[in-house]
């Protein structure tokens, strides 16, 4: 069955980096788009990336672009996140997602506080 399995998260401070992988499989990895959310405590989950499966395109929510950058590797079946320039706002737990799916895996905490 499909298995989406973050990791990568942690404590960073403002301004600090991180990058998350999500390792994937039980599917076709490289015939899906693939996104990126977050759920920030007592919140809704928010879109915060995606990209087409060949890695081609990708799009960003406005709060990140120009600091988080998606990336896939399809011979690994994995996702990645660079995640720049932190704010305390970014403080949530992200979750990969397949197409336009819900997210099925426990999420990565990340938080940002000095």
């Known amino acids: 069955q499909v298995q989406l399995v973050e990791s990568g998260g942690g404590l960073v401070q403002p301004g600090g980096s991180l990058r998350l992988s999500c390792a994937a499989s039980?599917?076709?990895?490289?015939?899906?788009?693939m996104r990126w959310v977050r759920q920030a405590p007592g919140k809704g989950l928010e879109w915060v990336s995606s990209?087409?499966?060949?890695?081609?395109?990708?799009y960003y929510a406005d709060s990140v672009k120009g600091r988080f950058t998606i990336s896939r590797d399809n011979a690994k079946n994995t996702l990645y996140l660079q995640m720049n320039s932190l704010k305390p706002e970014d403080t949530a737990v992200y979750y990969c997602?397949?197409?336009?799916?819900?997210?099925g895996g426990q999420g990565t905490q990340v938080t940002v506080s000095s």
């Open positions: 990209i087409d499966s060949a890695g081609g395109s990708t």
């Open positions: 039980g599917f076709t990895f490289s015939i899906y788009a």
């Open positions: 997602a397949k197409g336009g799916e819900r997210p």
